[in-house]
């Protein structure tokens, strides 16, 4: 009887097991494999693919989709970057409100809404992220997939002991070879990050890019936060926008220089191995905060944590929190308006090569409408103008 109920014991946990592994799998494809629309602008005049600069990310999850949004008068062509770090979703919201609304009357911006798409389909190990959220509209809700920091080990593995970035030789840590903030400029016949960051490079080199703008969000831990992160040959025209913006929007954001001593970021190579600016743009979220609380959807969204508050209180945070906390209209809302603060005063102090853009928020219209305002419904839109994320 009682090894009868012990094979019996032993074939439930079996059962119990495989029956977890399957639920558990079937989310992980569902997850990995959703489909997010983006809706094409009117401004949108071609879409690319990353492998249309460099073959050797053609065919991999990378080939990320690049949409192109030229005037008709010529000037310069301006770059943004969304989903370096897709767990810091304001940045891909960002981009997304750029090539669904965007117009641009004279020169080109250029925009890629999923920088590291590996990093897209997988969250944090450990991190008991949500595998998705969705952003609220007048026609329903559009989901997103939520991401991590690092390209899926999927796509990539296994880590090194050691990573060694290229070609600075800098010794970094080792899960640091899946950040594509790490991996700049790239590598020709590098792991599928390096490679990404090559085409990425190859794409500024080919289309003259004459500033980068790499979207982020950070932990209110970090120090380097509320802030335009420059390249020394964009530090004029950051800390003017950093005056700018804390002049006439509703909010402050500072101004620090890229280090050089910290390879393989955006800030850093790309000023140094193109004729590019390079910025990045830091906003706040709680989120990633190591304070939190339960890491769900809501305070993805709504950017509020009690703990995270306390340690506010303690003198634990870089940047202010208080009951409000930091909602995503808020983060991309700061995005829109520092980005077309930017391209104000580049085009300002350079007509030869400006990029004027109508049709883009500012802060207090994120703030008033929300961001899904400003995302369009693909049920109602013309097929050929769909492309998928």
Known sequence: MSMHWSYLRKFISCSLGLALMAFAGASFYQSR??????VLSSG???????????????????DSNVYILEGTKPGGTILILGGSHPEEPAGRLTTWILTENAVVDQGRLILINSANRSATTVT????????????????????FRMGDRWSNPLDQWPDPEVYIHYPSRQELAYVDIRNLNRT????SNGTITERTCFAMTQLILKEKVDIVIDLHEAELQYPVISTIVAHQKGKELAA?????????????????????????????????HTEAISLL???????LDATRGRTDRALLLEGKDEFVVKAGKHGLLFEKIDENGWPVDVRVGRHCSTILQILEIWSEENPDK?????????????IEKGTGHFLRNPAKADPKTIYYE
Not at 50 to 58: D, H, K, P, V
Not at 252 to 267: K, Q, T, W
Not at 281 to 287: M, Q
């Open 33 to 38: 494999h959703l489909k997010e629309p983006v």
């Open 44 to 62: 949108v005049t071609h879409v690319k693919k990353l492998s249309n600069y460099f073959s050797g990310i053609e065919g991999t999850i990378n």
């Open 124 to 143: 944090r190990l450990g991190g008991a992220y949500p595998p998705d959220f969705s952003i609220p509209t007048s026609w329903g809700e559009q989901k």
């Open 184 to 187: 700049w400029p790239g590598r």
């Open 240 to 272: 003017m926008a950093s005056m700018m913006i804390s002049s006439i929007e509703e909010f402050n954001i500072g101004m620090e220089y890229s280090p050089y001593a910290l390879r393989g970021l955006s800030h850093r190579e790309i000023g140094d």
């Open 281 to 287: 743009l830091e906003a706040p979220e709680p989120f």
């Open 354 to 366: 400006a990029v004027a853009v109508r049709e883009v928020p500012r802060y207090s219209e994120v």
